[in-house]
C-alpha cells in the first residue's frame, strides 16, 4: 500500500505540474500574442508618425520656399513694404521701408509695435513740430478706425514727399506701400506753375488789347 500510495501521489504530483506547466503555456502564449500585437501596433504608429514628420518637414520646407519667395520679392521691389498684423505689430519689412520713413532699422524686428514706430518718426521731426505722445495717440486712432483713405501724401523733412497705399488684410493686419512721388510731384507742380503763367500771359494780352 506504501508504494500504491507513492504511486498515487506521484501521478497526483506529475499531473499537477503538467497543468501547470500547461497554464503557464497558455500565460506565455497570451503574452507572446499580445507582444506581437504590441509590436504590430507600434510598428503601425511609427508608421504613422514616420508618415507625419514626412508631411511636416515637407510643409516646413514649403513655407521656408515661400518665404524665401516673399523676401526675395520685397527686397526686389523699389516702394518701400510693411505689414502689419492685427495688432498694429510689424510683421514684414523691406530696405526701403526704414528709406522712404526714416524708421531707425533698430526697430526693425518682427513683434515690433506700430506705437514705437511712430513715436521714433515723430522723435526724429517725420511729421514737423508736434507733440510727439499726442501724434503718436492721434495716428493709433486713425489706424486703428479703419475709415481712412487708401492714398495719402507726406512730405518729409527731407524736401521728399512719399504716396502711402495702405489696404486693409483679410484678417485685420494692414500691408502699406510707400512710394517715392517727388519726381511726379515736382513735374505736377511745374505744370501747374506754366499753366498759371500761361493763364496770366493770356489775361495780360486781353488787356492790352482791349
Known amino acids: 500500500q506504501t508504494t500504491l500510495a507513492w504511486e498515487h501521489g506521484a501521478r497526483l504530483f506529475a499531473a499537477g505540474i503538467t497543468g501547470l506547466i500547461l497554464v503557464l503555456s497558455s500565460v506565455l502564449l497570451r503574452e507572446v500574442v499580445a507582444a506581437r500585437s504590441r509590436e504590430v501596433g507600434l510598428d503601425r504608429d511609427r508608421a504613422v508618425l514616420a508618415r507625419a514628420n514626412a508631411d511636416l518637414e515637407a510643409a516646413r520646407a514649403?513655407?521656408?520656399?515661400?518665404?524665401a519667395e516673399l523676401q526675395a520679392t520685397l527686397a526686389g521691389m523699389t516702394d518701400g513694404v510693411m505689414m502689419l498684423d492685427p495688432e498694429l505689430r510689424l510683421l514684414q519689412w523691406n530696405a526701403h521701408f526704414s528709406e522712404f520713413t526714416g524708421v531707425p532699422t533698430s526697430l526693425l524686428k518682427v513683434g515690433t509695435p506700430m506705437e514705437a514706430i511712430l513715436r521714433a518718426q515723430a522723435d526724429l521731426g517725420e511729421?514737423?513740430?508736434?507733440?510727439?505722445?499726442?501724434?503718436?495717440?492721434?495716428?493709433?486712432?486713425?489706424?486703428?478706425?479703419?475709415s481712412h483713405p487708401p492714398v495719402i501724401e507726406r512730405t518729409r523733412p527731407n524736401g521728399r514727399t512719399i504716396e502711402l497705399r495702405r489696404s486693409l488684410l483679410p484678417d485685420g493686419g494692414y500691408v502699406t506701400l510707400y512710394t517715392d512721388v517727388t519726381t511726379r510731384?515736382?513735374?505736377?507742380?511745374?505744370?501747374?506753375?506754366?499753366?498759371?503763367?500761361a493763364e496770366a500771359a493770356t489775361e495780360a494780352k486781353s488787356r492790352f488789347v482791349a
Open 62 to 67: 514649403r513655407a521656408d520656399a515661400r518665404a
Open 127 to 146: 511729421f514737423g513740430p508736434v507733440v510727439v505722445e499726442a501724434e503718436v495717440k492721434r495716428r493709433i486712432t486713425y489706424l486703428t478706425s479703419r
Open 185 to 197: 510731384k515736382q513735374g505736377e507742380d511745374a505744370l501747374h506753375r506754366a499753366r498759371e503763367m
